[in-house]
C-alpha cells in the first residue's frame, strides 16, 4: 500500500527537514500545523494547513489543532473495509497513511525550579498524542513515527517502493504506545504535586512516596541468564524521550563496558553493590565484593594502597570477585591488580596505561562509570502479588551524632575509624559486624540469623588472613540484643565499639563494654539491608 499523503506535527524539529524533503521527492503530500508548517515552508518544501484539511481554524490559543474527525478518520480509516471507504467518501475525509508527531517536552518543563501550576498544565500535550494513538491503532494501513531517531530508516524502506512493512508499521506502533503510556505516567506522577486551594491551583513537592507509581523500562541489555542458567534475564533502564537519546545514563545502568567478556545478571548485582560502597569515601577507596557482599574495603590517600589495604581483609575470598574504585584507576594500581583473578572493576576512568597493563587479560570486565548517580531513585524490590517501594538508605553519620554511653570515651583515632566502619557496615547484609582498623575493613561477618554469629564470623575471617585485631573497633548495623557479642569482640581485642542502641538489654551490653574497658557509643540509626 502506497504512503500518499503524511501529516507531521513535531516539537522537536531535529532532522524533520531532511526526512520531510525525502517525502516530497516522493511525491507524497504534506499537511501540517502552526510552527511545523511555517518551519517546513521557510525550508522551501510544499506544505498544506490542516485547517484547510478541516475546514476549522486552530482555536483556543493553539489547544484545538488536529481535535477533528477528517484528522482522525483519515487515520483510522481501515482501508480493507467496505463499510469504511463508504463513511470516507460520504463525509469528504481523506486518508492519512504517515504521521510525524513528537510531543511537548512535558518532562523538562517539569523539571524547571521555577514553575508555576499553569505552565505544568499548559504544557500537557493533548493533540500529538491523540493522533499517534490513532495512527498506532490503525498501524496495518497507518505508519506512525515518534522518535527523529527513526527518520532515516523509514526514508530508506519508503524509497524502495513509497511503502513500508507490516513489520516496520508494527514495531513503530510499539514504539508510540511505550512512549505515550510513559507520557501520561509522568503527567500523572507530576499533577500529584498539585493542590488547591479555593478553586486555586498550586506546585507543592511532590510526596516522597506516591499514591500511584508510574515505571517505563525499557531493555538496554540481556543477560546469557539470569542468577542461575535456568532463569532469563535482561537488564532494562528507565525509558527516556526520543530527545535524551544519546544522552549519557547515570549509575551502573550507565556504565561504559572498556573491556572483557559478556556481563552476566550476578556481575551487574556485585558490580552495584562496590559502587554503591566506594561511593560513600572521600578519600582514595577501594571496596572489593563476592556474592553482593563486601569481603574488602578501605581508604587511603592513595588508590594503590587503598586496594592492598582492603585485599587484606579477605584475600582469599576476593578471588573472582568485583572491585570498585572511587577514583580514575592509574597505573600503580592496576600493576597490583593484575596479580589478581577479578571478575569485574568499576573505575569513573581508566589511565591509558593501566589499560594497557590489564589488556592482557581479555575475561576481565572494566566498566567505566558515568558521572553523577541515581542515588535519590526509589528501592524497589518484588514480592508475591505486589511490590516494596523505599526511600534510599541515604543516612551518612557525624561525629555529632555520636553519643557516648560507656565509661570510657572513645580517642580520637577510634572515634574516626569507627565512622568508617560504620560506611563499610552499612553495606553489608544484615545481621552485619564490621572490624576495622583506621581506613580498613580487618574482619566481616555478613547474613548471620545470630549477631554472635556474625561477630564470630569476622572474627575467624581475620583470623584466616593473619589480621590481628587487638585494637581495632567494631560496628554492628543494629543493637546488640545481648551482651555476647560485645563479649567475644573484646575478646577479640576490639577495644571500642559503634552501634545504634535501643535494646531492652543496652545497660547489659553497656555493662559488658564497660567491664572489658571498651568505649562504645550510640549513634541511634539501624542500617538493616535485606
Known sequence: MAIERALISVYDKTGVAEFTRALVALGIEIISTGGTAQFLRDAGMPVRDVSELTGWPEMLGGRVKTLHPKVHGGLLYRRERADDREAIGTHGIV???LVVVNLYPFEATAAKKELTAAELIENIDIGGPTMLRSGAKNFESVCVVCDPGDYARVAAELAGGRELSLGTRLDLARKVFALTSRYDGMIATELERLTANDEALALGTAPELPSRLHL???RKQAMRYGENPHQKAALYVSARPAAAAGRAGVGLAGARQLQGKELSYNNLVDLDAAWRLALEFGKPAAAIIKHNNPC???EQENLRDAYLRALECDPVSAFGGVIAFNRPLNSATATELAKLFVECVAAPAYEPAALEQLAGKKNLRLMEMPAGNDESALELKRISGGVLVQEPDLRRLAQSDLTVVSKRAPSAEEMKTMLFAWKVCKHVKSNAIVFARPGQAVGIGAGQMSRVDSVK???MKAQQAQRALQGSVVA???????????????KAGATAVIQP???VRDADVIAAADQAGMAMVFCGVRHFRH
Open 95 to 97: 486518508p492519512i497513511d
Open 216 to 218: 517505563a523500562l525499557e
Open 296 to 298: 574488602g574495603a578501605a
Open 457 to 459: 564470623i569476622a572474627v
Open 476 to 490: 554492628s548495623d543494629a543493637f546488640f540484643p545481648f551482651p555476647d557479642g560485645v563479649e567475644e569482640a573484646a
Open 501 to 503: 542502641g535501643g535494646s
